[in-house]
């Protein structure tokens, strides 16, 4: 089918455990969909009990059949990875359609590598790609935008902070809240030595954990968590709607680790290629992803703004990042369908899904937003 026929929402990966549940959240907001993947009995499952349209078997390997399962489409959701494995061949479609574009990952080498190649292509088509509209990254960037704005634009330092569920409640140690996609995603993240960070208004390649400090986080889950940086999608889509001359992501962790990992951070990734196999059996044995009951837990996502004395801090407070992206993803789907996409090119969540549109309570993201700000002019 083409044309006007074809749905318009395209779920690429729709069988894995993220792209079920975004599956399910597409049927209850009523957004007809499409499916795509490898396994036609797997993908027919999934129709029947979400009520798909349309089933799509594409070969990575074959280009004509992903160009085939996007073309017609409004909007693409991938849901399938590692995304450094297998992501470039469906957003390369898209960009070369000019069919809109969002997935689920947190891989940085994979956005670097859209930007890289992509971004001018679908800035041509018309496409708007937004990688990682999904926890981590979503709600990250729109902490950034907001308290940005919070201190009048262009700060001169902005860090992002990821504080997990276990770490917000206070518990000790993580608990295994990942699906089997995000594991995969960790072992290829973890012996990357690709990595950057967005400092004085340049990309420079710093090794994950070369920074450790505190936050104190505002709202209703308010804490001082220890955190190590890491190297992540926002200092490839963060800066151009900011305007921050530095960057930096963390992750809140038990202090212990954070310096450990500190101390052993220019080995880390040597050591992670040289056991990645045997990690990787090890790590994506088990369940393909968390139980309802682990994945209740609150995060949080916290920024920090500085522009001259003035700071501001925004903490955003959800539950269930594996529910919370299949909200993102829906969303992302149904301003699609009602024509509200206007970015083009490689864009952060903030560009295609402002922030005041996407956290209202009517979007049903579920999400709490916290502001703090320190102005010693005021």
Do not use: N
Request: hydrophobic share 45%; with cysteine.
């Amino acid at each position: 089918m083409t044309g006007d026929s074809r749905a318009p929402i395209l779920l690429h990966g729709a069988t894995g455990f993220t792209g079920r549940l975004v599956a399910g959240e597409l049927l209850r907001r009523g957004v007809p969909f499409a499916v795509s993947g490898r396994d036609e009995a797997k993908l027919q499952r999934v129709a029947d009990e979400y009520g798909s349209r349309e089933v799509c078997v594409v070969s990575l390997d074959d280009v004509e059949s992903v160009r085939a399962a996007v073309a017609g489409r409004t909007l693409v959701a991938a849901c399938a990875g590692p995304f450094s494995q297998v992501g470039e061949p469906v957003v390369r479609a898209c960009a070369e359609a000019g069919v809109h574009y969002v997935d689920t990952t947190g891989e940085q080498p994979f956005v670097a590598r859209v930007h890289r190649e992509l971004a001018a292509t679908a800035q041509e088509s018309g496409a708007c790609l937004t990688p990682a509209m999904a926890y981590e990254i979503a709600p990250s960037d729109w902490a950034a935008h907001l308290a940005a704005e919070a201190v009048g634009g262009a700060p001169d330092e902005l860090a992002m902070v990821y504080v997990p569920s276990v770490v917000a409640a206070g518990a000790g140690g993580l608990r295994a809240m990942t699906s089997l996609g995000t594991r995969k995603s960790a072992i290829a993240a973890m012996g990357s030595h690709d990595s950057w960070q967005w400092l004085s208004g340049k990309l420079v390649r710093e090794p994950s954990a070369e920074i450790v400090r505190t936050f104190t986080t505002v709202g209703p889950h308010a804490r001082t968590v220890s955190a190590m940086s890491f190297c992540s999608p926002e200092a490839f889509v963060t800066p151009p709607h900011t305007g921050a001359r530095t960057l930096r992501t963390f992750f809140a962790t038990d202090p212990v680790a954070a310096e450990l990992a500190r101390l052993t951070r220019h080995v880390t990734p040597k050591l992670a290629r040289m056991i990645g196999p045997k990690l990787e059996k090890l790590l994506t044995a088990g369940v393909a992803g968390p139980d309802e009951e682990t994945r209740r837990g609150a995060f949080l996502v916290h920024a920090e703004a500085i522009r001259g004395k003035r700071f501001a801090r925004v903490t955003i407070c959800g539950a269930d990042p594996y529910g919370f992206t299949a909200r993102a993803i829906a969303y992302a789907a149904e301003c699609a369908v009602r024509g509200e996409i206007r970015a083009r090119g490689l864009v952060g969540p903030s560009v295609a899904f402002p922030p005041a549109a996407a956290l209202a309570a009517d979007a049903g993201l579920d999400l709490i937003v916290t502001t703090d700000v320190v102005d010693p002019a005021a």
